[in-house]
Nanobody
Framework: EVQLVESGGGSVQAGGSLRLSCAAS????????MGWFRQAPGKEREEVVT????????YLADSVKGRFTISQDNTKNTLYLQMNNLKPEDTAMYYC????????????????WGQGTQVTVSS
C-alpha cells in the first residue's frame, strides 16, 4: 500500500520561508508523477507544482513562480517543496500527491494523497 506523509508546515510571517517534505512509502516502482497541491478555505484545490521523478518538465503554478521550488532526494522517495517569500495568499492546506505514469504530470488524476499539512502566513 502506498503511503504519503507530509511534514514541515507551520505559521510564518509574510516574507518568511518553509520547507515541506513528503515521504513516499510502499510499493512504488519505477518513475512516477508526484507533486504538491493546496486548498484554502472556500476555494478549489490548486495544483502548485508537479513533476516526473524520471526527469523532464516541471509544472509550477504562476502564483508561485520565482518563490517555490521542488526537489527530490536521490532515492526519489522524498519530495521537497521549498517556499520562499511567502505571502498571506499562500495560506492553505498543502497536500502531497503521487501516482504511477508520466512523464506528463500536469492536470491529471492522482490516486495517492497525503493527509495534508497546514501553512499559515500572516501579514
Amino acid at each position: 500500500e502506498v503511503q504519503l506523509v507530509e511534514s514541515g508546515g507551520g505559521s510564518v510571517q509574510a516574507g518568511g520561508s518553509l520547507r515541506l517534505s513528503c515521504a513516499a512509502s510502499g510499493y512504488f516502482y519505477g518513475d512516477y508523477c508526484m507533486g504538491w497541491f493546496r486548498q484554502a478555505p472556500g476555494k478549489e484545490r490548486e495544483e502548485v507544482v508537479t513533476m516526473y521523478t524520471g526527469g523532464g518538465r516541471t509544472y509550477l503554478a504562476d502564483s508561485v513562480k520565482g518563490r517555490f521550488t521542488i526537489s527530490q532526494d536521490n532515492t526519489k522517495n522524498t519530495l521537497y517543496l521549498q517556499m520562499n517569500n511567502l505571502k498571506p495568499e499562500d495560506t492553505a492546506m498543502y497536500y502531497c500527491a503521487a501516482d504511477y505514469g508520466g512523464p506528463f504530470c500536469h492536470e491529471r488524476w492522482y490516486n495517492y494523497w497525503g493527509q495534508g499539512t497546514q501553512v499559515t502566513v500572516s501579514s
